[in-house]
Nanobody, 125 residues
Framework: QVQLVESGGGLVQAGDSLSLTCAAS????????MGWFRRKASEKEREGIS???????EYSDSMKGRFTMSIGDANDVVFLQMNNLKPEDTGVYYC???????????????????WGTGTTVTVSS
């Protein structure tokens, strides 16, 4: 079974950039849709940031412009580049996957099947 491990979180200042990595083991990601999500410190629910499927990259409207998702050449790692970070971006960031065709909206947390444990991002003002 696929396991996902996020890394790259940390403490940064407002305006800084950060790159997160999600490494998959156990299988290639080529048969999955994959997404980045976060649970902000002030929220109980996770929210979708971006996802990659056979339809291409999708972004939540509020994340467009500052966040960029990409995938490694070997299809076993995905990245999230975050620029111009703001204090309200503070939270735990997760990657998640779901088999292609087995979801309705890969930006919706409830449609995802397997999650990593998350990496914490803290943005100070």
């Amino acid at each position: 079974q696929v396991q996902l491990v996020e890394s790259g979180g940390g403490l940064v200042q407002a305006g800084d950039s950060l790159s997160l990595t999600c490494a998959a083991s156990g299988d290639s990601l080529s048969h999955y849709a994959m997404g980045w999500f976060r649970r902000k410190a002030s929220e109980k629910e996770r929210e979708g940031i971006s996802c990659l499927s056979t339809s291409g990259y999708e972004y939540s409207d509020s994340m467009k412009g500052r966040f960029t998702m990409s995938i490694g050449d070997a299809n076993d790692v995905v990245f999230l580049q975050m620029n111009n970070l703001k204090p309200e971006d503070t939270g735990v960031y997760y990657c998640a996957i779901v088999p292609e065709g087995d979801y309705n909206n890969c930006l919706r947390p409830y449609d995802m099947d397997l999650w990593g444990t998350g990496t914490t991002v803290t943005v100070s003002s």
